[in-house]
Every structure is written in structure tokens, then in C-alpha cells.
């Protein structure tokens, strides 16, 4: 599976859990991978969010809260 179909396929998994608000592709050192956004970091989200899916890296990125304006 291609990166970007792996990007969403682990999105559509993690969306119901109330700290992901995101999630994106991202490079460094010529190698992409895959990033979800966090509103907020804790152990519990962090224990659902694997290292690596369907073959590509996983970080996670703290962006907070979102607020409309």
C-alpha cells in the first residue's frame, strides 16, 4: 500500500479518538512518513498510535486545540 493510502487508512482508524485532529505526510532525509496531529498528548493515545503501519514510520505532532475564529 502506497503512503498516502496508508495515511488514510490509519486516520479512518484514529479519528474517533477525541485528541486526533489530523493527519499528513511529511519527509526528512528523503524518506516520507506519516504524521498525526494531536490535539494533546497522553499515554492512552500514544499507546494507540503505532511506530510504524502498513510499512511507513509514525511520528506524532502536538498542534493543540483547534478553535474556530
Known amino acids: 500500500m502506497d503512503i498516502l493510502a496508508a495515511k ?5 482508524k ?4 477525541g485528541e486526533v485532529i489530523g493527519a ?3 519527509e526528512k532525509n528523503g524518506t516520507e512518513y ?3 496531529f494531536l490535539s494533546k498528548s497522553t ?10 503501519y502498513l510499512g511507513n514510520r509514525v511520528e506524532t505532532e ?6 474556530p475564529q
Open 8 to 12: 488514510k487508512s490509519l486516520y479512518e
Open 14 to 17: 484514529l479519528k474517533a479518538f
Open 24 to 26: 499528513g505526510i511529511k
Open 34 to 36: 506519516i504524521v498525526i
Open 43 to 52: 499515554q492512552s493515545i500514544l499507546a494507540m498510535i503505532p511506530k510504524e
Open 62 to 67: 502536538i498542534k493543540g486545540e483547534i478553535v
